[in-house]
Each structure stands twice: as C-alpha cells, then as structure tokens.
C-alpha cells in the first residue's frame, strides 16, 4: 500500500496567518497615512516658496514700490516658472514697507491643504488642512 504525501498547511494555519497579516496592515495604514499628510503639507509649503521667489522678481521688475497683488495665474503666466499643478490658486500680496524691504503675504491651496495669510518662510505648520480654495485677490474672496 501506498502512503499519501501530506505535506501543506491546514485551514487554520492559513486564516491564522491571514489574521496576523491584518493586524500588520492596520498597525502599519496607521503609521503611514499622517506622515502623508504631512509630506503634502510640506510640499504645499515648498512651493509657495518657490512661487514666492518668482513673484518677488516680478515685483522687481515692475519698479518695486507701492502695493502689488498677484494671482497665482499671474505669475505662471510670467513665464519665469513652470506651472506645478493644475488644482493650486491663490494670490500673493507684496507691499514695500518704506526701508527699502517689503511686506509680504501669501495665500495658496490645493484642494486639500491651504495657506492662508502667511508671512514667508513657509512651513508645513504653516498650512492647514482645508478643502477651501485660497483667494486669489490677495486675501478677498
């Protein structure tokens, strides 16, 4: 007589490993999901930066005094940035303040994160989580 081989796992190893498995999942979606969050609000932030940059040569260019606005429109369609995402708006306001420096403050989204108001030097703590859309005349909606 021949002996059957019997060699696999049995159904309660299997469901046991699928439950393990889970519980890894969970542990792990829960680690990762706020350090996405913070990673596109830095990204948020980042940006705004570089735009800033682009919006003070503007600024520059345009004889630097007095009070300027610019939309986030206006400044991709300077030419002297590539436009990053589709789904930003917002403005930045740019005043001289007297001593040869100027004021500035920025308004940005992205459908998820905002910046509202900001000085620059913008961080991740800067932005908020918001789905509302930044004005795009310097601070009026």
């Known amino acids: 007589m021949e002996k059957l081989n019997k060699k696999g796992f049995t159904l309660v190893e299997l469901l046991s490993v699928i439950v393990i498995l889970s519980v890894v999942v969970l542990i792990a ?3 990762v999901i706020p350090m996405m969050s913070n990673a596109k609000k830095q990204v948020l932030a980042t940006e705004a930066n570089t ?4 919006a003070k040569s503007m ?3 345009d004889g630097a005094s007095g009070s300027k606005c610019y939309s986030y ?3 991709i369609k300077s030419g002297l940035i590539t436009k990053s995402d589709e789904g930003y708006n917002g ?3 740019i005043e001289s303040n007297g001593n040869g420096g100027y ?3 920025v308004w ?4 998820t994160n905002l910046i509202d108001g900001k000085s620059p030097d913008i961080t991740s703590d800067d932005v908020i989580e918001s789905s509302e ?3 795009t005349t310097c601070g009026k909606n």
């Open 29 to 31: 979606t829960n680690a």
């Open 51 to 54: 735009i800033l940059g682009t």
């Open 59 to 61: 600024y520059a260019n």
């Open 73 to 75: 429109n206006d400044v």
């Open 91 to 93: 403005s930045f306001l």
């Open 103 to 105: 004021n500035i403050k």
């Open 108 to 111: 940005l989204s992205n459908g």
């Open 133 to 135: 859309e930044a004005s």
